[in-house]
């Protein structure tokens, strides 16, 4: 490969990782994701319970995350079902994290499993993700009474659906973009194709092995922040090692960039009211450029969830060096899986979309 092919290929994948989608801002949306973060972090805190109020928050941001802008019946059975999943993720975090072998067990099974959603495409791809980050997070934070950690997570992601629901369809569709064909197609699909083809079910055994592998090691050498190792795994592994290999760079690059910002206001104030305040200023910005690319919404998921958890667990600048130590951690393991398990077989496509309504 000469000189020429070299920067041809270069300028290839940068054009992969930076691409910007020529998506309309929804304000409305943008104000609706910033309160399903900031009404419960606020709350927490004014109530002398912040770790709730986080739980509250995280279970607001997540289920308002996957909404997508489609009409109303699509958008209200995603929130729905990221909601129901997200109240058994923290159920089965919270009871299996005293032992740490159950804690393996269920990583494995509820992130390989969840990760088949992307038969329904880019939204069913981020609520699989999504759904397998609430359990990952929710089992590394301390353990909360199991009750109010549920009532808790329950109530903030009902009061995001609510919010994004009343916030309108979001962008429009662009032209000659599927829509989702619904839940019950969805399972159905998921399951015939984890039957008659390796794609799927190679893409959930790497993404099981890799997060109950990391979750292991975290666990057993008591790593601060360990979850975050899974985390980024679990947001990069795709199913072919050049995807892998793009999200690895948007995520690195976008969560680097997002650090730094935490890292600015984490050093400026360790009051929580005013991490909170930060907090919500990044959810509104990440809801606004959501649509626009991956990378953008990395890079302001990472200093949302960084202020998020700092206005509870406030750690100084020191939280955000376990972050990039532990992102890194994770890219190197997601990146080993990708070429190691299953790297050269047939599964270098993702598998195709469903046929629309």
């Known amino acids: 490969m000469d000189a020429q092919d070299q920067i041809e290929q270069v300028e290839q994948v940068a054009d992969e990782v930076f691409r910007v989608g020529e998506r309309e801002i929804d304000w409305g949306i943008a104000f609706a994701g910033m309160l399903a973060v900031a009404l419960p972090l606020l709350i927490g805190l004014a109530l002398g319970e912040p770790t709730?109020?986080?739980?509250?928050?995280?279970?607001?941001?997540?289920?308002?995350?996957v909404i997508p802008g489609r009409e109303v019946s699509d958008?209200?059975?995603?929130?729905?079902?990221?909601l129901i999943g997200s109240v058994v993720a923290v159920a089965l975090a919270d009871i299996t994290q005293p032992n740490i072998a159950a804690c393996v067990v269920v990583t494995f099974v509820w992130t390989g499993a969840w990760s088949t959603l992307r038969v329904a495409g880019k939204h069913g791809a981020l609520t699989g993700f999504v759904l397998g980050a609430v359990f990952i997070i929710t089992n590394g934070l301390p353990a909360q009474p199991l009750g109010p950690a549920v009532a808790a997570l329950a109530i903030g992601?009902?009061?995001?659906?609510?919010?994004?629901?009343?916030?309108?369809?979001?962008?429009?569709?662009?032209?000659?973009?599927?829509?989702?064909?619904?839940i019950a197609v969805t399972f159905r699909a998921v399951w015939s194709?984890?039957?008659?083809?390796?794609?799927?079910?190679?893409?959930?055994?790497?993404?099981?092995?890799?997060?109950?592998?990391?979750?292991?090691?975290?666990?057993?050498?008591?790593?601060?922040?360990?979850?975050?190792?899974?985390?980024?795994?679990?947001?990069?592994?795709?199913?072919?090692?050049?995807?892998?290999?793009?999200?690895?760079?948007?995520r690195s690059t976008g969560s680097f960039i997002g650090i730094l910002i935490a890292a600015v206001f984490v050093y400026?104030?360790?009051?929580?009211?005013?991490?909170?305040?930060?907090?919500?200023l990044m959810a509104f910005a990440l809801f606004a450029m959501r649509e626009r690319s991956y990378h953008w919404?990395?890079?302001?998921?990472?200093?949302?969830?960084?202020?998020?958890?700092?206005?509870?667990?406030?750690?100084?600048?020191g939280l955000t060096e376990y972050r990039v130590l532990n992102t890194v951690l994770g890219i190197v393991i997601a990146l080993a899986a990708s070429w190691l398990l299953w790297g050269n077989d047939?599964?270098?496509?993702?598998?195709?979309?469903?046929t629309p309504r």
């Not at 958008?75 to 990221?82: D, K, S």
């Not at 009902?158 to 032209?175: H, N, R, T």
């Not at 958890?309 to 600048?317: A, K, N, R």
């Not at 047939?346 to 469903?354: H, R, T």
């Open 297 to 317: 919404l990395v890079m302001l998921l990472t200093p949302t969830a960084l202020l998020m958890v700092s206005s509870v667990f406030y750690s100084g600048v």
């Open 75 to 82: 958008r209200w059975a995603w929130g729905l079902l990221c």
């Open 268 to 280: 400026l104030s360790g009051d929580p009211w005013v991490l909170a305040a930060a907090a919500s």
């Open 52 to 65: 709730l109020g986080l739980l509250a928050a995280l279970g607001g941001l997540n289920v308002a995350l």
């Open 157 to 182: 992601g009902a009061a995001g659906l609510v919010l994004m629901l009343i916030a309108g369809g979001g962008p429009a569709p662009v032209q000659g973009e599927a829509t989702w064909p619904g």
């Open 193 to 250: 194709r984890l039957q008659i083809s390796p794609v799927l079910r190679h893409h959930a055994l790497r993404i099981g092995l890799a997060t109950a592998a990391s979750v292991l090691a975290y666990r057993l050498i008591d790593l601060s922040y360990g979850y975050w190792v899974a985390l980024t795994i679990l947001a990069i592994l795709q199913p072919d090692p050049h995807a892998s290999r793009i999200r690895s760079i948007q």
């Open 346 to 354: 047939e599964i270098g496509k993702p598998p195709p979309p469903l």
